[in-house]
């Protein structure tokens, strides 16, 4: 009986990132204004929480589901003053609203507990900005995404974030 030796050759095969592909929810996170260590994945993807895109007013009298208790962030522009129950924001987070022609971002941060608003601005195209819920964390801050452009903004920053966060 012949014996035969059988010489196998393991293979290794490793698999290299490529710079510049660090992403978290689908965001590139590898060339950001913060440190990408302080970034963490808070939600299983972008707009797992929906943010308030077309609210719908009425006046504070006919409002039967606040209690005298209830906080709310208050916006006045040009007299016109609106109230966004933290009951709410707590769900969304983000209120993509418009005073007139402005376009106008409420967001507020459970975690954090602050509530803001600022303009919003307009996209390369004229057409008002319209913020979403990237899923991401900054600090346990609040990180918002531009629809239009995927670009981060951080709530406490005040800025974008990612992309063309140096314009």
């Known amino acids: 009986m012949r014996r035969i030796l059988i010489c ?8 290299v990132r490529p710079l510049g592909a660090i992403t978290i929810n689908g965001f590139a996170v590898d060339d950001t204004a913060v440190p990408v260590e302080h970034l963490v994945r808070a939600a299983p993807a972008k707009d797992s929480i929906s ?5 719908q007013w009425i006046e504070g009298s006919e409002c039967e589901y606040l209690q005298d208790e209830d ?11 609106r ?7 707590v769900w969304h ?6 005073f007139g022609d402005q376009p106008v ?28 819920v990237s899923g991401v964390l900054y600090n346990s801050g609040l990180l918002m ?5 995927e670009s981060l903004w951080s709530q406490v ?3 974008r974030i990612s992309k063309d966060f140096l314009e």
């Open 157 to 159: 920053k005040f800025m």
């Open 105 to 132: 971002a409420i967001t507020y941060s459970a975690l954090t507990g602050s509530g803001l608003a600022f303009d919003a601005g307009e996209n390369p195209d004229g057409t008002p900005r319209k913020l979403g």
């Open 71 to 81: 906080e709310v962030l208050s916006v006045t522009i040009d007299g016109d003053t």
């Open 93 to 98: 987070e983000i209120v993509n609203d418009m």
């Open 145 to 149: 995404y531009d629809r239009a452009t």
């Open 83 to 89: 109230a966004y129950p933290l009951r709410i924001l």
């Open 8 to 15: 196998s050759t393991i293979v290794a095969v490793f698999f």
């Open 51 to 55: 943010s308030i895109d077309e609210p």
